[in-house]
């Protein structure tokens, strides 16, 4: 069946460096790709996303990319600060609400 | 970007009893849908409510157990049937906003089952 797989599970960055979260889908006919940041205690916020037609996207330090052929797609932060910890999840749709969703990235932003 | 309200944010229940979930969204969408989410793990889709008539149930998910309810477009409830420990979970809500296909969720439901 469909699957997306994402890495790291963890991730641990000093402030100020960059972060960045891979995400590989196995549906071909997957067209969009929203990425979550989840807090504690909260439910998951969309943050960014990217449609099938464009290869990268960006808004402010956050940024993301796809490659079609390879079928993996990309969460990009730059300049981190200690607001950004959260759990990121990534997600791959196919038809008009079929989404899967990755396993997950716990990202601790250290000060 | 449409906002998903839920209720109640956290309970906790006594083995066999069940717990009815709400979810009002504040404009007009297009699906509605619930989400488990297990402690630490992903979200894994529950069914898709479907306005005045039986939601569609993903494999693995049955009526009897979560039967769903939407009976306007902007409100919907989820019930966790006959609970038992293994129920103890995350119970999100999410919906697509009209003209607007992106998905957003509530802030979730924290069931924890004795």
């Known amino acids: 069946g469909e699957n997306v797989e994402q890495h790291p599970s963890t991730l641990s960055v000093q402030e100020g460096d960059s972060a960045v979260i891979k995400c590989t889908y196995s549906?071909?006919?997957?067209?969009?790709f929203p990425w979550y940041k989840q807090e504690l205690g909260k439910g998951p916020q969309l943050i960014i996303d990217i449609r099938s037609n464009v290869g990268e996207k960006k808004d402010q330090r956050i940024a993301v990319t796809l490659n079609k052929t390879a079928k993996h797609f990309s969460l990009h932060i730059t300049e981190t600060q200690p607001e950004d910890s959260a759990v990121y999840f990534c997600a791959a749709r196919s038809g008009t609400y079929k989404y899967i969703f990755g396993t997950g990235t716990r990202l601790k932003v250290l000060a | 970007s449409a906002v998903i309200s839920q209720k109640p944010s956290r309970d906790i229940c006594q083995r066999g009893t069940s717990l009815t979930i709400q979810c009002q969204v504040d404009s007009q969408v297009t699906m509605m849908f619930w989400y488990r989410q297990q402690p630490g793990q992903s979200l894994t889709l529950i069914a898709t409510?479907?306005?005045?008539?039986?939601?569609?149930?993903e494999s693995g998910f049955v009526i009897d157990k979560f039967p769903i309810s939407r009976p306007n477009l902007t409100f919907s409830t989820l019930t966790v049937s006959n609970m038992s420990p293994e129920d103890s979970s995350i119970y999100l809500c999410?919906?697509?906003?009209?003209?607007?296909?992106?998905?957003?969720f509530g802030s979730g439901t924290q069931l924890s089952v004795l």
């Open positions: 999410s919906a697509t906003e009209t003209g607007v296909e992106k998905l957003f």
């Open positions: 549906d071909s006919a997957s067209n969009y």
């Open positions: 409510a479907n306005q005045g008539s039986e939601a569609t149930y």
